[in-house]
């Protein structure tokens, strides 16, 4: 079993930055895909960025050049650091681990929520 915490979230201006984290307790040695996930009130949840196998990164078109995703494997950490923030980017951010490998392994942090507004 896998236990996802997010931390980070907050109200920030147009234009500003945040840090978000989520760490991760338990067995992760299966986990190949790290990820963010994003859900803004009335639509469906979306991925944001992932990390694949450690290596790969993946980015959705309307974040790319904006946030990082990048890892901590000594403190067992995923960030998403989020420049240039807009108002389209207000959502709760969902930190997910899972296995493409292994079935059922898929873990989701309870969320945080990002308010871009002036």
């Known amino acids: 079993q896998v236990e996802l915490v997010e931390s980070g979230g907050g109200l920030v201006q147009p234009g500003g930055s945040l840090r978000l984290s989520c760490v991760a307790s338990?067995?992760?040695?299966?986990?190949?895909?790290m990820g963010w996930y994003r859900q803004a009130p009335g639509k469906e949840r979306e991925l944001v960025a992932r990390?694949?196998?450690?290596?790969?990164?993946y980015y959705s078109d309307s974040v790319k050049g904006r946030f990082t995703i990048s890892r901590d494997n000594t403190k067992n950490t995923l960030y998403l650091q989020m420049d240039s923030l807009k108002p389209e980017d207000t959502a709760v951010y969902y930190c997910?681990?899972?296995?493409?490998?292994?079935?059922?392994?898929?873990?989701w942090g309870k969320g945080t929520l990002v308010t871009v507004s002036s």
């Open positions: 338990g067995t992760i040695f299966n986990i190949n895909l």
């Open positions: 997910n681990f899972r296995s493409s490998f292994i079935k059922n392994m898929d873990y």
């Open positions: 990390i694949i196998s450690g290596v790969s990164t």
